[in-house]
């Protein structure tokens, strides 16, 4: 065994949640809770009890009830009634994520299923805003906003057939242009949020007294407290978000490269100069588990491309058909970039550049269908939750500055290359995902795929049709152990290289990420804003 290579110390987490405690003494609770919202919307038969105890990872405690308010007063209501017995309030919005933010630290819990406050209250084409109910998807967001031609800047994670408003806005979250507008908390100017004494607090543009919730800043932003905070300092009832004009015109473009910091480059390169609405880099390993293996029936291959005829044209659709996957074989590093712009002649010139920055860099030109793909069917089933072989799949990530990329990359492929050892033996096969947000931030996203066994509630997100032609692997402890150890172990290598995540849920190690100044002061607004800490308990590690 090489000297630095590391054995395997971790524990694995529990594989199936745990058993459900007795209501007991809490049955009282569970009452007032169905006379606010009604027995059809307040869960707690077992099976609803142990579905909402997984994230897509894993589960921690498993939950007294869920319950799902249906208006703002419903949710001021349960807030109040929770507060009073002293039960924690998790808020769990499309429940796409996998780093325990609506887990449940404490068994004396109630989730607050959110998906039921979905409705977009007011697109004001005038004053180029939208207000909607945080429980709204982003694609049921985005297809209202499309058929007035108008869409947010950001507009959505690829989990956005069922991640919601109000999860990206407590995640923080990039993809669908992010490359030109940044993350999702950016787009936020108004926000309303249900205290934990249920008190319904009006932040940002909602705060001010007469008038429209057009501008973000008029005074302090206390709203900023309430975004990218897991779900620590409130639930997120309605929130209001900036607008554009569609961009009509689109291109995509793709690149082939040797070594990762030569992809690096060309990344930040095209970053810098505004280039790409979306811009992201794979390793073999993620472009072979994700495009190469991917397991789909001829029928969804055929659909695909007859969504891409449908968005960007017969040409669009030959060139998808023609490439195939198998290009991709040989392609160690490869770059996959949408350009977008208000006119042909200006996605023209972006492509141009765009060829040139590549070549700068040592890209070599190859078909561009990923992105193609992507967008003509932006929000799809979460399929990919699970690897091509039936696998378990998990990511983590960091967002580092443009001068950092190379050097944090590498120092992922040092930890990676400490483990082989491991991962052989365990079979845990990893890759990494490259995204630019804006002109200033570089995502790297490691992955890890294992054999193990399903969550129970993948059964409940994941397409019946895709779950029966993957296999079903037996639970294997040593390859989630080894998951979750070099899991942990680029968690703190992050906060070590003053790296900065999104999702931070109660997994990233944000106590330790702060300077000890900032840390207590947040501590001391939670204690404001949640006094008897009620709220997501473990949240932000609060
Ligand atoms: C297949 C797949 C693809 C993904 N793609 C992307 C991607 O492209 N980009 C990306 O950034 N992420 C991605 N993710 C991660 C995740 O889906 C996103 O971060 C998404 O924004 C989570 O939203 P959600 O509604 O599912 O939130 P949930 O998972 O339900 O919750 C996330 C956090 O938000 C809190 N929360 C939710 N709603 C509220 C509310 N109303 N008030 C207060 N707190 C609340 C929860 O307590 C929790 O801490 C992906 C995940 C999967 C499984």
């Known amino acids: ?137 982003w694609a049921e967001l985005n297809a209202a906003l499309k058929a007035k031609n108008l869409r947010t800047p950001y507009w959505g994670p690829l989990s956005g057939l069922r991640a919601v408003v109000g999860g990206a806005l407590s995640q923080n ?21 249900v205290l934990a004494d249920g008190t319904v607090q009006p932040l940002g543009a909602h705060a001010i007294q007469n008038g429209k919730p057009f501008m973000k800043h008029y005074g302090p932003d206390m709203m900023g407290l309430f975004l990218a905070d897991a779900g620590a300092m409130g639930m997120k009832a309605l929130a209001t978000l900036r607008l554009m004009r569609r961009p009509e015109h689109r291109k995509h473009v793709a690149f082939g490269f040797s070594t990762a910091s030569a992809m690096a480059g060309a990344l930040s390169a095209f970053s810098r100069e505004g280039i790409a609405a979306e811009a992201m880099g794979f390793d073999a390993g993620q472009q072979s588990a994700r495009a190469v293996e991917a397991k789909r029936s001829f029928k969804e291959d055929l659909s695909t491309l007859f969504k891409v005829i449908e968005t960007g044209g017969i040409l669009d659709g030959i060139k998808v058909a023609v490439a195939g996957r198998g290009y991709l074989k ?82 992922v492929q040092a930890l990676y290359a400490r483990y082989d050892e491991a991962k052989a033996k365990h079979q845990v096969r990893t890759g990494f995902l490259l995204v630019t947000v804006g002109n200033y931030g570089f995502l790297i996203e490691p992955v890890f795929f294992w054999p193990d066994a399903r969550l129970a509630m993948y059964d409940k997100i994941m397409r019946p049709e895709h779950l029966a032609r993957l296999p079903v692997l037996a639970a294997d402890e040593g390859a989630r152990a080894t998951v979750l150890q070099m899991r942990e172990e680029l968690a703190a290598l992050f906060v070590q290289e003053g790296a900065v995540s999104m999702q931070l849920g109660k997994f990233y190690h944000y106590d330790k990420a702060l300077k000890p100044e900032a840390w207590a002061l947040l501590q001391k607004m939670k204690s404001v804003v949640d006094p008897a800490h009620i709220v997501n308990p473990g949240a932000l590690k609060l």
């Open 330 to 411: 040989d392609v160690p590093y490869g770059m996959h970039v949408a350009i977008e712009d208000k006119t042909a002649e200006g996605v023209a010139a972006l492509f141009k550049k765009a060829r040139k920055l590549a070549k700068a860099s040592g890209g070599k030109a190859m078909p561009a269908s990923i992105t193609r793909i992507v967008h003509a069917d932006p929000f799809v089933p979460p399929d990919s939750i699970l690897g091509p072989k039936g696998e378990r799949w998990v990511p983590v990530h960091c967002i580092v500055p443009h001068s950092q990329a190379a050097d944090m990359i590498a120092k």
């Open 173 to 193: 979250s990039v993809f669908f242009g992010s490359g030109l507008y940044g993350s999702a908390v950016e787009q936020c100017i108004g926000l309303t949020v």
């Open 1 to 137: 065994m090489p000297d630095d290579s590391r054995p395997i110390t971790a524990t694995a987490p529990a594989a199936k949640p745990k058993a459900p405690v007795d209501l007991g003494a809490h049955q009282g609770l569970i009452d007032q809770l169905r006379q606010i919202v009604g027995s059809d919307q307040t869960m707690s038969a077992t099976d609803e009890r142990l579905f909402y105890a997984e994230d897509t990872y894993r589960s921690l405690e498993t939950p007294l009830a869920a319950v799902a308010p249906g208006t703002v007063d419903e949710l001021s209501r349960i807030a109040a009634v929770c507060g009073r017995a002293g039960v924690a309030l998790v808020p769990r919005g499309g429940g796409m994520s996998y780093t325990d933010g609506y887990l449940h630290t404490r068994a004396a819990s109630i989730t607050v299923d959110m998906r039921r406050l979905n409705k977009i209250v007011e697109i004001n084409e005038t004053d180029m805003y939208v207000t909607v109910e945080c429980g709204c998807t």
